[in-house]
């Protein structure tokens, strides 16, 4: 099982950009495809971005595509979420997973990280 660990979260005015960080251990990360998912105050767990492996495909949701850009660095075992143009409705804590499964790590996730907060004030 993968270990994960994301950073970068904060408080952000409207229209601002932020980038969070998700750090990997524990097994062979090139080997995994990841994803973010993100889950506001009162409402589920929601899938955001995902990133695969070895073909770096990206998917997004409807919702943050042309503003988010999920990235990763193998070298360093992490993956990246590129924040712009963020709304209030981002709002949310953000969780990074990973799984072996495209499929997976798009819709149920697979190992989770503890979370990050993040704040869009209006």
């Known amino acids: 099982q993968v270990q994960l660990v994301e950073s970068g979260g904060g408080l952000v005015q409207a229209g601002g950009s932020l980038r969070l960080s998700c750090a990997a251990s524990g097994r062979t990360f090139s080997n995994y495809d990841m994803g973010w998912f993100r889950q506001a105050p009162g409402k589920e767990r929601e899938f955001v971005a995902a990133?695969?492996?070895?073909?770096?495909?990206?998917y997004y949701a409807d919702s943050v595509k042309g503003r988010f850009t999920i990235s990763r660095d193998n070298a360093k075992n992490t993956v990246y979420l590129q924040m712009n143009s963020l709304k209030p409705e981002d709002t949310a804590v953000y969780y990074c997973t990973a799984d072996l499964s495209w499929t997976k790590v798009k819709t149920t996730g697979g190992s989770w990280g503890q979370g990050t907060q993040v704040i869009v004030s209006s």
């Open positions: 990133i695969g492996w070895p073909s770096y495909v990206t």
